[in-house]
């Protein structure tokens, strides 16, 4: 049995997202059991739709919910009834195996550091959501839990994600690359050239640094940088996709034959649109707690939210958290024997 | 009469589209009057082609060329017979108003500071490229000249990037925006956050922050960012559009309908096309330095070199570095007065 603690309130179609794509989830997966965390009166309604699925789904209360507007770090303190810091606190008892959130990122981040705690050794805990890359994916960590990051942490940051591609997508040998202005490996601000020597020495398969360029490209499976730049990279990511995608669809109606042209292509515009598509994908995995988080888009519908649990159940079973502190212990004898 | 120094050397396509650029430039702007600085031997037959033109354009022999492996700093001090030793001293004695090249872009910024010099006031000289957006185009300011930059430096960008998009771009009141990982002020690592303190104090329409998704969405005209992260946005941007513009491509080719839709819609692709191609944009301007400057792209061709001459002489005739000496002395004044 693999035991998932989900913020029923958490995202911006909830309480139907979570509710539905914890029915979703439990039906795909027989070794299942979720606690839906929330208000009980709002969630108990959604959950008669499970049918015989319902005794693998319990509710827990938790009648106050933390927004996206609150100082994180006050709302961990004070709201003691909310599905996060519930949440977290079962996870830190074992009483559940992963925690998965739809609701502000912030609390999520908070609650980790605070109510369950880091692995350690782990200096910082970091997000690290899948991007889709020319051929696939690729793990991009940190993406916005730390910002002003010292080069230890990025060098951590590949350690972590290393062991989640490993674990989690079956990659044997992850390759594991670092944002960069150049390729040559002095390059970069003083942050970068200092991570670029760590991660050399780093127990992983470490390729050197990306260019901007080719990020997309297929040139590594975990992209290491800074939270700043992460979460730069991953929400300008969809804006120029949008963007570009805008575009197009404006130049398609520009003439009669194009508008044709783009009625007969509709089928080739969907398989794009799935493969960008982050419902698919799952969340944000919360890499360096001692748990499986997983933080999944705000705007999560039931698919995404089936998609986020199903990852969690993942990283349990490739104990992600286990590998991670084996990987920290390794890192931190060789740096003592040096 | 507008006198522009160009690096025949510099480029992937040299000397075949610095010449032919040239060339086309004096065509489309009966003022202009262009050097070409390069191998005499080398760059004399390709002048041929000018006919009637010829008048306008004269070499002057600069035997050596500075090429992309080699450190900037060392090339600009050894390498004094060069295009761009050449062409920033010659900016620098009022001999020339513009300097063009597609070279080394080290060796461009490095022959900037030191042969040609910083506008009084200014503490680092900005590379700033127009970007592709939605609605228009982007002055992205700095985009690689520096890394860890401070807070002043990034507040100047911003009044470096309101000259320019006033001056050459004709827009009266140009929004400046500063990148960033949220929208309130706050927000940030700590050279954004004081960054965006500064800004609101500039004498400049300053819009706030831009996060990721929002910077191709067309709410600033000028965007602000430290080196490190223009070089990724520049970049990451020509990645993206071309694993995208793959993507559909490929998906495309799938089926028999999309490919006959594809066929259909060529000019509405080409259309997009163009509205991404740099070629049309012209180069990015180095702003901040005693003379008009304009980086084109190392892969210009004759059409992209013409453009970044075209863009130089509009820098002339707006005087931009004199706008630029301008504000800063406006702001320096304000600064003491505090």
């Not at 989900?6 to 989830?25: Q, S």
């Not at 003691?80 to 998965?100: I, Y």
């Not at 981040?109 to 692995?119: A, D, F, P, S, Y």
């Amino acid at each position: 049995m693999i035991r998932v603690f989900l913020d029923a309130l958490g995202g911006d179609n909830a309480p139907e997202a979570t509710c539905r794509g914890a029915i979703e989830a439990i039906g795909n997966d027989p070794e299942l059991h979720i606690t839906l965390a929330g208000p009980v009166d709002v969630i108990a309604p959604y959950l008669d739709e499970a049918g015989d699925l319902r005794d693998r789904l319990s509710i827990v209360d938790a009648p106050e919910v933390i927004d996206n507007s609150e100082s994180p770090a006050l709302a961990i303190r004070q709201k003691k009834k909310s599905a996060v810091v519930m949440g977290m606190l079962a996870l830190r008892a074992k009483e559940t195996d992963a925690f998965v959130s739809a609701g502000a990122t912030g609390a999520v981040l908070v609650g980790g550091m605070l109510r369950l705690g880091r692995i350690p050794g782990i200096e910082r805990p970091a997000l690290a959501p899948l991007i889709p890359s020319s051929k696939g994916q690729f793990l991009l960590i940190d993406c916005g839990a730390n910002v002003d990051s010292r080069p230890e942490w990025l060098a951590q940051f590949g350690i972590m994600g290393d062991a989640y591609m490993k674990r989690v997508m079956g990659i044997e040998k992850p390759r594991i690359g670092l944002v960069n202005n150049g390729a040559e490996e002095e390059k970069g601000n003083q942050l970068y050239s200092q991570a670029h020597q760590l991660l050399k020495k780093a127990p992983v398969h470490f390729v050197g640094n990306i260019e901007g360029r080719y990020i997309p490209a297929d040139h590594a499976d975990v992209i290491v940088c800074d939270g700043f730049d992460g979460n730069l990279i991953l929400k300008y990511t969809e804006g120029i996709a949008m963007t570009l995608m805008g575009m197009i669809k404006r130049e398609l109606m520009g003439d009669t034959r194009s508008k044709l042209g783009a009625l007969l292509s509709k089928n080739a515009f969907q398989r794009v649109k799935k493969r960008m598509d982050y419902t698919e994908v799952g969340g944000a995995p919360l890499l360096g707690v001692q748990g499986a988080v997983v933080k999944a888009h705000g705007s999560s519908n039931a698919r995404a939210i089936s998609s986020a649990i199903r990852q969690a159940a993942s990283m349990v079973r490739g104990g992600v958290a286990q590998a991670i502190e084996e990987a920290i212990t390794v890192q931190t004898n060789t740096d003592n024997i040096q």
